[in-house]
Each structure stands twice: as structure tokens, then as C-alpha cells.
């Protein structure tokens, strides 16, 4: 365990606490046994001293608890070390820190409230408020930070929605990985003037930083120091909150581009009830719903319906002879929020005006679009209103040969005109990978050959494909722009619309791209490269076959960036089924608005779904709030699963999961990373073979060979259903694609690898019963 493990850091500690508890255990009854406790004692202080330091990073335990936990380990009283350790990895464990205050002091017991992990209706007694952390970077004196803590606990009213612990770090290098580390950060408060260097050792992050800051930390004055922060806090986390306290010319600054991020600017570092409530009110801002809100306040009143749906109110169930267990088997608030209606507090998503206006504007924000769409019939309709809204009859769309049918059906519907391009076969597989940059290149050049570029008008791929292969939309956009800079871009990212929310995937989300494009050519510094290709390049010949190879550069005079993206968000978010969202970043979006306006009408139902919609906004609240954390750990759960599976001695005989090294030939990885997690590489190759490589594998979808068990895909598919009650979507002749998402569990990867042995255990044994012959046909064993 070390500081440089991003995903793992936050599950990792807590194991190490368990694990510190059962040597607690065993050491205070080696002592009561009056047995030589001196392993048990070098035990409990190796573990003290492996998570002390990561400890910096999260409220709980805390400073007080760390200490008292260190001075009973120093007097070698294992059993007051017992009882506390118990204490605090309990409170981990269940969470019970964020509500229980006795689990914040070493002398008191716990009540014991039982944590929200039931479903409400079976869970007793009132939910508990949400809970976060406020990371605080301070130059201030760690003697003092006690002090501080205990200011901004007194600031705490009953009333108010949730409740907040502070973590205090006193460098930059502590603040960036106190973002990084802690899920449960919501806000962080930079007092200027701290320092840059942590005391840890943070070889792997140093060498990081050195090649991400553009400027020198050792030659960062204060003041630029703490903007520097909040930048790179933005570009790790964008949905957090950033307050810089500061006695530099706040009015200046604050104008200023480099304070563009930061939510607030405060003067003097006494406005501690200004912070608190600005930390409170930022929180709330990514709480609020207003659909779902209104829904519910809508669903509370005693509305008469003298319209269609009678399902409405219920009524009609409730009432009923023969269909009352759809009213008990749903419960009421369905039938209660059930309406036709789109007045009296609703809205409507043809033409929404209310809280469906205002639900979409947040749905931007928090994709990092410049509008959001919501749509309540899958991504099978966004896609045919994109489609339908950016094309004219006869316009030509570069579309992947593979995309999904809903992009088919709209070039029907439109009049345009597909010009398929093909995807990498991965024959050992029968599957396809994505579609390479040089043959999209080629089909523009060769439209511009023939004379036709002016009519291309989009580039149309799905990213990540459902096998996982995500595009380098960054690339794959600056090279088609140098060929046409009015191209648009239809991203269908049905899966990847979680991917905004973590730092590892967002690099490869068309949103994303779009963003960092922007930037990209406003910059002067991109003149000056723009210019020293086009000297270089000359006008861009189609016959110069060279083109294919080079990397091309877009006019920064000429480029528009108009990048449409789709996703299910029932895919990868809490949204029901059919809920879908269309992100549009197009700087010349006011051409599009009718035609778009139109696309909406002639797709949406006139009588939209009222749960989907509500779900949309609930599933939006989550991801801002939670998207971090939820993403990160389900990442790590599939680094586990392909780390255990392939690693596993029994297991990986009969099955393995397929590397980004076999999914992705070298001649697009030219980072040469082959697979993830040692011995192969760490975060930090992780991240570069994601800026760098043309093609990068999601490692939450996981291409499981079963081929090799003696199964084709279909048949394995089934024997996990019937016999194992494990779903999976998708096969291929000898494989089956296992997709983590934010649902999935630790529990849930133990039940797979428990499968996969036991099965593999079978195949041994019938193997070892068939003999000779029947091992020589299987192969492999
Ligand atoms: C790439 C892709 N695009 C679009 C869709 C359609 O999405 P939805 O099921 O939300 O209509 C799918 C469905 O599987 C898909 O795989």
C-alpha cells in the first residue's frame, strides 16, 4: 500500500483497519493468555505506522483519534488498543462516523444506529442527513488547526441539510491528493500562502505534477500557488467547489481569468460563517431537483383528474376487484406522481419553460456541455434527433459500418447519405474494435478527391463501443477539423455516460474533447504551432498519401467546435429505463435550433414518461455528488476482477480476460502499455496511454474468454443465468463481455471469481476422469 494508488486508496485503508483490528484482537488475548505478545505488538505498530500517513487525507478518524490510538499503541496497552481500533474500523465500515458523534470520541459507546444500506421501506426510523467532507489547504500552524475545526463545528445548526467534517492539509501536493483520495470531498477552502511540498514521499505524483504543471513549483509565487490549485482541483473533480481566502487584491483577482473557477473569493480570512454557508449552499446547488422535487410536491396534493390517465391517483387500482397488487407490488407514490398533466407545478418536455428548463441547464453543467436534452425513449431517439437535426437530404455522414441501427434509421428518415468506414476486426475474437483515425482521414480526403467535401457535414462514432474501445476524441476531432473545420461530430457514447466523472475516462469523452479543443485554439501558443504546420504541410493535398500519417492541425481562424453527444443514461447512471440525454457543444448551435426543435417533436412522445424524467434529474443529482467516488470504486472493482481472474492459478487455466494488449493491436497503443496494474504499469502509465493512444480500453468492461473452458459464448451466457443467477448482456463465439457499473459491489466480484473457480474445479475433475484423450482435445490444460 503507498500513496501512489489512486483508485484504491479510500477501500485500501479500510482494510488495513480490519486488518489492524484483528491483530488487536489476537494480541490483547496473547496478553490475557500471558503469552510473549511481542509479534502482535510489532504487527499492530508496522500497520499503525502504513496508515497513519494516509490518514492526512480523510476526517475520520481524525487527528484526535490518531493520537489517542498512537499513545495507547506507544504504552503497549493492547486492551485499550482493541477497543478503540474496534471502534474506529466499525465506524469505517458502517459509515456510522457521518451521523454517530460517540465515533468521534474515544471515551463514548456508539448507540448503534443502524446505516442506510436497506431499501427505505424496510429500513427503520428517518434517513440520516447526507454527509461531506471540506477539504481545507492552510498555511496555518498544524498546532492550531484544532482550533479551526472546532470554529466551523460550532457554525452548525440544526436546520440546516447537511451535515460536514473538515480535513485540514498544509501543502499543495497533500490538497491535490486529499481531492484525489477522498470521495466523500465535496467543497475545499484554499487559504493562500501554503506551501507546495508534502512531507510524504511522493516520488510517482512529483514526477506527475512536473509533467502536467506548466510552470515551476519551486518558482510559484504564493498567491499564483493557490489559483494553481484550484485549476488542477477543477480538472480533476469539476463538480467541487473551490473558495480561495486571500489578502491580495481580491477585487482584482477576482475578475481575473486565472479565478475563473473558483466558486468565491473571500477577504480575510475571518469570514468563517460566510465560508460555512457559501460550502452549504454550493452542496445544495448540486443537491436540488427540480423536477423530481416538484414531482414530489405535486404527488402530496389533492389533485382531481378530469383528463386522460386514469391510472393517476391511483384510483383506478387501489379500487379495483381484480388488479389491486400492481397498486401493492408498486406502492402509491407512483400512481400519486402519476400525471398527464404539465401544469401545476410539472413542465413539459416538448416545451419546457419550468423546472424541466431548469433540469436541463444543470444536466450541462454537470456533463460539462453547453446544453442538455433530455429524452424519455432511449438513445434509439436521441441519436434519430440528432441525426435528423444536423442533416439535410443528400448530406454526407462518415458513420462507423458497426454503429448502432438508430443512426441507420435516421439517415433513412433525413435523406442523408452514409459513407461507412470499418472498424479493426479482432478475428481471434469475432468481434470489431473501433474505427482507426486513418481511414476516417482517408474518407475525408477522398471526398475532398472527388470534389464532395463541402457535402460531409458529420463524423458519426460510438464511444466506447460496447467491447470497450474508447476513441481519442481529442485526435480524432483536431485531425478531421484540419480537413474540413465545420465538421460535426455525433459521439454516441450510450455506455460512457458516467465517464464525465472521473479524471481517467473524462479524457476520452467527446464533452471533454470539446472542452480542451476550445481551449486549445484560443490559446496564442496554439498560433504559433498552427502555423509551423501549415509551413510544413502546405494546402492540404487529397493525393498526398502522407497526410494519413501526419498529424494534422486545424486554421485557428477557420475551426468551429460542434460536437454532439448521446448516452443512456440508464446505462451507467440511477436513471430508469429509457433515459437518455443528448449533451450539445456547438458554437454555431443557433443554425441548428429550429431544425433541432423540430427533430425533438417529430421523436418525442406527446405524453412523456413522468419517472423517467424524474429519474433523469435524480440520476444527474447523484453523479454530481457521488459520480466521483461511485465511478473511481467501480474502476477498481474491475482492475480487481481482471488482476484475480488472470492471476488466479487455477482460474486463469481455463479463463481469462482479455488485456488492452490483446484488445487493442500495438499499432494504435503507442504507448506500448499492455495491460493495467502491475507488474505491466500504474496510474501513471494508465493516464498517459489515455492522453496518447489512439485507441484505449475502458477497463470496466471485461471481455471474459470462456473459449478456452469449452464454451462458446452464448452457452456460457446461459449456464451463468441458470445456474448461477449472473446476467450478462452480450457474447461472442468464445467470450462474454462482464460490464461493471455503479450498482456492482465487492460481493458481486466475489461471486463471480467463486463461480469461475468452482467451474474451473468441475472442468479438472472431468478432465482428470476423461484421461489422456479427452485432456489432448481440450488443449490447453
Ligand atoms: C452504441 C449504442 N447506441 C445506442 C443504443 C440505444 O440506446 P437505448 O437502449 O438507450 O435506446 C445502444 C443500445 O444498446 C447502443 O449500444
Known sequence: MDLSNFFSADEARIDRWRQMNATARAWESAVAQGKNDDKFYAEAVRLYAEIKPLEDYWAYPGPRLMATVGEVLEERNAGAFARIVQKISNALL???????????????????????????????????????????????????????????????????????????????????????????????????????????????????LQRHLSIDPASIAPGVLATTLARMIKNIRPELDVYLLTDR??????????????????????EVMEVHLSVLDGVSERYDTPFFSNLKKYAQRPVGTFHALPIARGKSVFRSNWIRDMGQFYGTNLFLAESSATTGGLDSLLEPTGNIKKMQDLAARAFGAKRAYLATNGTSTSNKIVVQAICKP?????????????????????????????????????????????????????CKAGGKLDRVKVVDMTNCTFDGHMYNPKRLMEECLAIKPDLIFLWDEAWFGFARFNPFHRRRTAMGAAAALTARYRDPAYRDEYEAFAAKAGTLDPKNAKLLDMHLLPDPDKVRIRVYQTNSTHKSMSALRQGSMILVWDEDFQEVEGPFEEAFFTHTSTSPNQQIIASLDVARRQMELEGYELTMKMTE?????????????????????????????????????????????????????????????????????????????????NLLADR??????????????????????????????????????EIEAGLAEGGKHEQEIFGPV
Open 94 to 208: 458502517t459509515g456510522s462516523y457521518r451521523y454517530e458523534n460517540a465515533a468521534w470520541d474515544p471515551m463514548q459507546e456508539e448507540e448503534g444506529r443502524v446505516p442506510d444500506v436497506l431499501p427505505p421501506d424496510i429500513q427503520p426510523g428517518e434517513a440520516h442527513k447526507p454527509y461531506f467532507e471540506v477539504l481545507i489547504a492552510t498555511p496555518a500552524d498544524p498546532s492550531t488547526w484544532e482550533r479551526g475545526r472546532n470554529g466551523l463545528k460550532r457554525l452548525r445548526r440544526p436546520e440546516d441539510s447537511f451535515n460536514y467534517e473538515v480535513v485540514q492539509v498544509g501543502s499543495f501536493e497533500d490538497a491535490l491528493l486529499g481531492t484525489i483520495f477522498n470521495h466523500s470531498v465535496q467543497a475545499v477552502v484554499i487559504y493562500d500562502g501554503f506551501q507546495f511540498r508534502s512531507r510524504h514521499d511522493l516520488p510517482l505524483v512529483r514526477e506527475f
Open 249 to 270: 487584491e481580491v477585487e482584482k483577482l477576482a475578475g481575473s481569468a486565472e479565478a475563473a473557477q473558483i466558486r468565491r473569493i473571500f477577504h480575510n480570512v475571518e
Open 394 to 446: 443528400g448530406d454526407i455522414v462518415i458513420v462507423d459500418r458497426n454503429c448502432h441501427k438508430s443512426h441507420h434509421y435516421g439517415f433513412v428518415l433525413t435523406g442523408a447519405q452514409p459513407y461507412y468506414v470499418e472498424a479493426y476486426p479482432l478475428t481471434q475474437y469475432s468481434m470489431y474494435g473501433a474505427v482507426p483515425l486513418r481511414t476516417i482521414k482517408k474518407a475525408l480526403l477522398n
Open 637 to 717: 472493482l474491475s482492475l480487481k476482477l481482471r488482476r484475480e481472474i488472470n492471476k488466479h492459478p487455477l482460474i486463469s487455466k481455463y479463463f481469462h480476460i482479455a488485456t488492452p494488449e490483446e484488445m487493442i493491436p500495438a499499432g494504435f497503443r503507442s504507448s506500448g502499455l499492455k495491460d493495467y496494474g502491475p507488474p505491466h504499469s500504474n496510474w501513471k502509465d494508465a493516464i498517459e496511454a489515455f492522453d496518447r493512444d489512439e485507441f484505449a480500453l475502458d477497463p470496466t468492461r471485461l471481455t471474459l474468454i470462456c473459449g478456452t473452458a469449452g464454451f462458446d459464448g452464448t452457452q456460457f451466457k
Open 724 to 761: 448461477f443467477d449472473i446476467q450478462i448482456n452480450k457474447t461472442s463465439r468464445n467470450s462474454i463481455l462482464v460490464q461493471t457499473n455503479i450498482n456492482n459491489t465487492r460481493s458481486d466480484a466475489a461471486l463471480l471469481i467463486k463461480v469461475l473457480a468452482d467451474l474451473s474445479r
